[in-house]
């Protein structure tokens, strides 16, 4: 049994899959880092100054300057600019995969449609025979 787990997860399907898990591990801390301190800064710059970060509902009623001051207070939060941060990070997401995607496309070989499969052996026996009886 313990061989038979070697030989399962020395197969190249495993060791890629891990690989690609931990390449996915590291480009999501990458994109979140390029959503946080540089696509929201934009955005906010453009939405008037916003901190998406800090957009929120207290739960309680009361007014705070910021999410970590509202979490404080110890009541329940709606934090819908964190929500709005990860939509906008999906959309990256989604499109840095896109370009990947496309990208390996580039590199694969066309697929060449394979020829018509032309008469076998006897069909060409029965023709020539077919022929010579006429």
């Known amino acids: ?3 038979e787990f070697k030989d399962f997860i020395m197969t190249g399907n495993v060791i890629e899959f891990a690989v690609a898990v931990i390449m996915a591990g ?3 801390q990458v994109i ?3 959503v946080n301190n540089i696509a929201m800064p934009f955005v906010g710059y453009f939405a008037g100054g916003v ?3 800090d957009l929120h509902i207290a739960m309680d009623g009361k007014e705070y300057a ?3 001051a509202a ?3 110890g009541g329940s939060v709606i934090a819908y600019g964190a929500w709005v941060n990860t939509i906008i990070n999906l959309i990256i997401v ?3 995969m896109f370009l990947i995607i496309k990208a390996y496309n580039k590199t694969k070989k066309p697929v060449e449609p394979a020829a018509p499969a032309g008469p076998t052996d006897n069909q060409l026996l029965m023709e020539i025979r077919d022929a010579l009886k006429k």
């Open 51 to 53: 901190d998406f970060a």
């Open 66 to 68: 910021t999410l970590e």
């Open 26 to 28: 590291a480009l999501g």
């Open 1 to 3: 049994m313990l061989k």
């Open 71 to 73: 979490k404080e207070a």
């Open 32 to 34: 979140n880092g390029f």
């Open 94 to 96: 989604g499109f840095i």
